[in-house]
């Protein structure tokens, strides 16, 4: 069995804890087998922005175990603790500010020495600091598995991983060809260990509200039409999906929920943590030529330009976000986060 056959086979298995159906795809001994529909299943279940990830490691030309295979491994591990640690600073503050959870003095100074710019090691440092506050505060994390899955094993299989980014991520030692295999398929095993143990990330729809239309007929109970794309895909063309609620979402936001048929009644609104630019009205050239349609991931804050910076899920090039309709809001939303989570009062605004 090839070092991919392995790794599918075991976060697929991690996938039918939370999904007992997709047990039917492990039948090894149908003719219809294919390890492929099972590396497709993976990428469609976990969330884009990790799923896409492990889609282009999963692929045809990433099969050598060499220095590209290498650099998508830490990418995946890396995008795969941006997401998680997204997930929980948005919960966080969502206490903070409805349910008055008053942060500790260390936990401001730190978040905001290093929210600045990300890096492996702040993700990593977000998902253990906040998983304390949410214990010592007895807060069920909105993805309840969290509650029991990030304990003491999980974090020191998570403490590998930055001092190994830092230093072959940055290139900042030479590898010989054998070293990088070795390291190849010792890093293809912890990784995954470690989605394996996130598996019950595919429990929770990732979804882009596109627009909310009130619907309202005379002495009629009003209900909400949700235009939405569903961002659990093997690819960008996002299904997308119309619902009919009682109660509505936030518009033009990228939702995490916990199902589908009541989106508007348990979600976290990820921006401007994740935002998505489907929507985006394209009225101009400059738009056409220097904007993609995308899921983007906020990246850095530069205090000088009071500017915020993105990365692409699927686009290549640096995209200036200032050109989406919606950037004012988000500059908004990103100074909330830093002004609840500082030291200092309304330092970003």
């Known amino acids: ?3 991919n056959e392995k790794f599918i086979n075991t976060v697929f298995k991690g996938m039918v804890d939370y999904k007992p159906r997709l047990a039917a795809f492990l039948d090894e001994d ?3 087998f294919d390890i492929r529909e099972l590396s497709n299943n993976i990428t469609k279940a976990y969330p884009w922005p990790i799923g896409i990830e492990l889609r282009r490691l999963l692929s045809g030309n990433m099969e050598r175990l060499d220095r ?3 650099d998508q491994i830490l990418k995946t591990i ?6 998680l640690s997204f997930v929980m600073v948005t919960q966080l503050l969502e206490e903070s500010i409805n349910n008055k959870v008053e942060l500790p003095k260390n936990f401001k100074k730190e978040f905001g020495r290093r929210f600045g710019t990300l890096s492996m090691g702040n993700f990593t440092w977000m998902i253990r600091a906040i998983h304390k506050i949410f214990q010592e505060n007895k807060i069920s994390p909105f993805m309840q598995e969290m509650q029991n899955k990030l304990n003491s094993n999980f974090f020191g299989k998570l403490d590998f991983w930055a001092p190994e980014r830092n230093e072959i991520g940055h290139y900042l030692i030479n590898l010989t060809e054998e070293e990088i295999e070795v390291r ?4 293809m095993e912890k990784l995954k260990v470690i989605l394996s143990d996130l598996a019950f990330l595919i429990k929770y729809p990732l979804i882009t509200i596109t627009e909310v239309q009130l619907i309202k007929h005379k002495r009629k109970q009003e209900h909400f039409n949700h235009n939405m794309l569903l961002l659990n895909s093997s690819s960008s063309s996002f299904l997308g999906k119309i619902q009919d609620f009682k109660n509505f979402t936030d518009t033009h936001s990228v939702l995490l929920v916990k199902s589908l048929k009541n989106a508007p009644d348990q979600f976290l609104n990820l921006s401007p943590l994740i935002i998505d630019t489907h929507f985006e009205k394209m009225e101009s050239r400059e738009k056409l030529t220097k904007l993609k349609k995308d899921v983007y991931l906020y990246s850095k804050w530069d205090r000088n330009s009071q500017r915020l910076h993105y990365v692409g899920t699927e686009a290549v090039e640096k995209t200036d976000m200032r050109l989406v309709s919606f950037y004012d809001q988000l500059v908004k939303e990103f100074e909330e986060i830093m002004n609840v989570f500082s ?4 330092v970003y605004a």
Not at 78 to 83: G, K, P, T, V
Not at 343 to 346: F, I, L
């Open 184 to 187: 190849c398929s010792e890093y």
């Open 1 to 3: 069995m090839s070092v």
């Open 78 to 83: 890396e995008r795969s603790m941006q997401f």
């Open 68 to 70: 590209g295979r290498l």
């Open 343 to 346: 030291t200092e009062e309304k």
């Open 30 to 32: 149908d003719d219809d």
